[in-house]
């Protein structure tokens, strides 16, 4: 668990971080959200120290993070930065060894543990020789990731971790990123001005301006109450393609025709959103998908003219603001 | 084609025969290039990376560094005589100061280049700041540090040459030996392996520039072990003592009428070190050496007070300076001769002495030691309008050649209507004579020893029969140099500027040496 309590930062006469506090949970991904300037990356250097506060607190799991020599800290906190930051001296396999090597492990255990991330990762072991230079942006990125899980850290920062890769390649490590064991336990904080990104990886979102914390919470909090203006026109602009996803399936399945299972249509999870739903439309007459309750076993299918009705049914009693 | 055979011949032939020198020399090149080059790195590289830090410094230490680099070579050897006296460690001094700026600028450059990216990812993953420098910073600024190391390299070898100007030995001693003796060979013996050895270290340091990161871990750490063996090359050629200390010019040691022959004929057996005539009478001044090869009008003598010890075997042919004009300079400028000649049989040793001791010692200028001179002789006349036909003048680069050529000057305008042209500080004999053959002047003072050998290069049964005759040296290079250059030897002025062995007049006295001899004795006596 991480605590920020009353962090306060100013450069000269700007106030980069004025005043914040909040809470990561254990295994919690929080996302920082706001535009360049807004304090967030700020915010992040100072959970390992990469900048020290002016006042306020920091914990994690209950100790202040000043008790602690800095290279000791750092050493169990994952870091991923934008531009992966990688050692264009060291080959693969060194970088990902890096905090191994300063913890002391042996060559073996180095060793396995280099291995199975890069299974995990979907990095061929021919690259563990190469050197960064040799490899594509999102390689890149995967070994950057590599190297700050090598540890096992508890806590991963990530500062804009995708924001150097192209759409396609983003997309693609988005989705693996939601499927990766490894991440599943940890405690993150990502910074991000994608609100895309924020909303597809992350459990709850603080979105940030002028070095404050305008709302933290999760994404359909965001969206359906949003706490001012500033969060209703930050979020405008994506405000249909945001809500088809942070909407489930599952939230309008009332709506949804109880009609039983048709057979050779494709087949969704009630946990999936409805940009999915609508994603895996073919668009052939009278087509079909089943929509599976994980908890009650029951099976509902639906056309799009269907799914779309039931949608702006459930819209309709959202309660706004 | 048949020439050039003859000439590669030839230094072919002068290299090995001087290969035990040529062997001495650039082991002491190698050695001195390599030990300053290892201080400067020492010193330069920890300099860079603190001024990477504190970057306040950064640009007084990089400006200090820069105009240390701008001081002339010659100059600071110069600078570094009081302060470390002569020899080795002034010159390593100063050679690892022209090393410290490309090895300090390069370091930081090289630091403060490293991507802040990769830096903070270092810091990130919980290195210390001294493991950010070894595993990151370092590694990734080598290239640009070995650049630095590279002309620090290349420079050092070039200024080592000037080494020997202070009694430090290097290759330079061949090429400015060569330069005052009018010996191509020996120039070309000791430019040639400096430029190879330039070449040579700059290539095998490109190399190690073009190594990948892995293989320049390794490298770097054999670069010190290396340098460290390359160093001591300079210790090699072992020092051999005696009770007092030579301190020769280039052009005195290798010239018969020289240490040659102080060898040959004294059978002079003295630790004598190769110095530049600019320094050697300061170091004598300063006991850094006992006897050194000057020459005898020197006004050093006087403001030093050195001694002249007497040539008692007549090795030391007889150098009476007077005026050498081109024939047809002669024809063209009828009055020239006798205008000229007002100056013969006027001044003698002690009267020249005196003269140079005012401009190198009492820093008057030369014109207007050459005006007092002209006026207390009643010589002196106020110019006459010029009718535009010009004489030109030329003299070497010392102070008593500048007297003689601003009174020549003073004359010619004073007593004929020509106008003067003067070709001041044409570096030694070479520069001047080849100007004069070259018809870019028409007058200018010589001296005979320097016609007779230097010039003329006569045979040896030649100069055994002149005997150190002053006349009959006088009458030679004159039939000489009328025949072969077509040049005129004007009336002598009086003065024999020859060389001269001197010592300290204090120290003379004390150990009761008054002639080359009794220094011989004295060296021999256990």
């Known amino acids: 668990m991480i605590k920020v309590s009353n962090l306060v930062k100013t450069f000269g006469q700007t106030h980069a971080v004025n005043n914040i506090s909040f809470v990561v949970a254990k295994g919690e991904t929080l996302a920082l959200l706001g535009t360049s300037g807004c304090g967030k990356t700020t915010t992040l250097k100072m959970l ?24 000791l800290l750092r050493r169990s906190i994952g870091y991923v ?7 264009p001296h060291y080959t693969v396999a060194e970088n990902i060894a890096i905090v191994p090597n300063l913890l002391k492990w042996n060559k073996a255990k180095i060793e396995t543990r280099t291995n199975e991330l890069l299974e995990k990762l979907h990095l061929p072991k021919e690259y563990l020789n190469a050197y960064p230079a040799e490899l594509s942006g999102g390689q890149q990125q995967r070994v950057g990731l590599a190297r700050a899980l090598v540890a096992d850290a508890p806590v991963l920062l990530m500062d804009e971790p995708f924001g150097a890769l192209d759409n396609v390649t983003r997309s693609k490590i988005h989705a693996e990123f939601k499927l990766l064991d490894e991440l599943k336990r940890k405690t993150i904080i990502l910074v991000t001005h994608d609100v895309q990104e924020a909303f597809l990886l992350a459990d709850r979102i603080a979105l940030m301006d002028k070095g404050q914390i305008v709302q ?15 969060v209703k026109d930050f979020l405008k602009e994506q405000h249909l393609q ?19 299972r048709r057979i050779n249509t494709s087949q969704l999870a009630a946990n999936a959103g409805v940009w999915e739903a609508l994603d895996t439309f073919k668009f052939y007459p009278r087509e079909n998908i089943n929509i599976i309750n994980q908890q009650t076993r029951e099976v509902r299918s639906v056309t799009f003219d269907q799914l779309m009705s039931a949608y702006s049914r459930f819209k309709n009693h959202v309660p706004h603001e | 084609m048949f020439r050039m055979n003859e000439h590669q011949q030839t230094l072919m032939e002068f290299m090995r025969q001087q290969s035990d020198k040529l062997l001495v020399q650039t082991l002491q090149h190698i050695g001195l290039t390599f030990i300053s080059l290892f201080i400067a790195v020492l010193i330069g590289l920890p300099l860079g990376i603190y001024i990477s830090r504190v970057r306040k410094l950064s640009g007084p230490v990089l400006g200090i560094a820069g105009i240390l680099q701008t001081i002339p070579s010659i100059a600071l050897l110069g600078f570094m005589i009081p302060l470390l006296g002569i020899g080795a460690k002034p010159a390593i001094v100063a050679l690892l100061l022209y090393a410290l700026l490309p090895i300090v600028r390069n370091t930081h450059t090289g630091i403060t280049g490293v991507d802040s990216n990769v830096k903070e990812a270092a810091i990130a993953m919980g290195m210390n700041k001294w493991q950010v420098l070894f595993k990151v910073e370092l590694p990734l600024a080598m290239p640009v540090i070995l650049a630095g190391i590279r002309t620090a390299t290349v420079i050092n070898v070039g200024v080592a040459t000037l080494a020997s100007y202070i009694a430090a030995g290097g290759l330079g001693e061949f090429i400015f030996g060569g330069i005052s003796l009018n010996n191509t060979n020996m120039i070309l013996a000791g430019a040639i392996p400096a430029a190879m050895l330039a ?47 030579a301190g020769f010019t280039p052009e005195f040691m290798g010239r018969q009428d020289g240490n040659l022959g102080l060898v040959s004929k004294y059978r002079l057996k003295i630790h004598t070190i190769v110095i530049s005539d600019a320094v050697m009478y300061k170091a004598a001044q300063e006991k850094e050496l006992d006897v050194i090869s000057g020459y005898s009008t020197d006004g050093r003598l006087k403001a ?48 020249m002495t005196e003269l140079n001791y005012r401009t190198d010692y009492l820093h008057q200028t030369p ?31 010392f102070g008593e050649q500048y007297i003689l050529t601003n009174m020549y000057s003073m004359l010619i305008k004073g007593y004929t209507k020509y106008g003067v042209e003067t ?74 500027n020859a060389y001269a062995l001197m010592m300290r007049r204090q120290q003379a006295n004390e150990l009761h040496i008054k002639t080359i001899s009794d220094l011989n004795r004295f060296l021999n006596t256990k």
């Open chain 1, 48 to 71: 390992n120290r990469l900048i020290e506060p002016d006042s306020g607190t920091i914990e994690i799991d209950g100790q202040n993070i000043l008790s602690q020599a800095p290279e």
């Open chain 1, 81 to 87: 930065l934008q531009n992966n930051g990688l050692f």
């Open chain 1, 216 to 230: 933290i919470g999760t994404a359909a909090e965001l969206l359906f109450n949003p706490a001012n203006d500033f």
């Open chain 1, 242 to 260: 945001l809500e088809l996803k942070t909407i489930k399936l599952g939230d309008i399945w009332q709506y949804l025709p109880a009609d039983g």
């Open chain 2, 199 to 245: 070449i040579l270290f700059d290539f095998l340091l490109s190399l190690l520039q073009k190594l990948n990161f892995r293989k320049v871990k390794g490298a770097v750490k054999i670069a010190p072990v290396l340098l460290l063996i390359l160093s001591c090359f300079y210790f090699i050629p072992s020092a051999y003592g005696s009770k007092l200390t």
């Open chain 2, 304 to 351: 030093y007070d050195l001694v002249v010890l007497n040539d008692d075997k007549k090795i030391f042919p007889p150098y009476y300076a007077a005026p050498l004009v081109r024939e047809d300079a002669l024809k063209k400028f009828p009055q020239l001769e006798t205008t000229l000649n007002k100056l013969s049989g006027l001044i003698n040793d002690s009267v």
């Open chain 2, 367 to 397: 014109e207007r030691v050459a005006k007092d001179f002209l006026q207390a002789k009643g010589l002196y006349k106020a110019p006459q309008q010029s009718n535009g036909e010009v004489v030109r003048l030329g003299s070497k680069i």
């Open chain 2, 423 to 496: 070709k001041t500080g044409l570096g030694g004999t070479k520069i001047v004579f080849d100007a004069m053959t070259n018809n870019q002047i028409d007058v200018y003072p010589e001296y005979t020893g320097t016609g007779l050998l230097a010039i003329l290069q006569a045979p040896r049964n030649v100069i055994n029969r002149l005997q150190s005759s002053k006349d009959s040296t006088y009458a030679y290079v004159k039939a000489a140099f009328a025949a072969q250059y077509k040049i005129k030897w004007l009336k002598p002025i009086g003065f024999n």
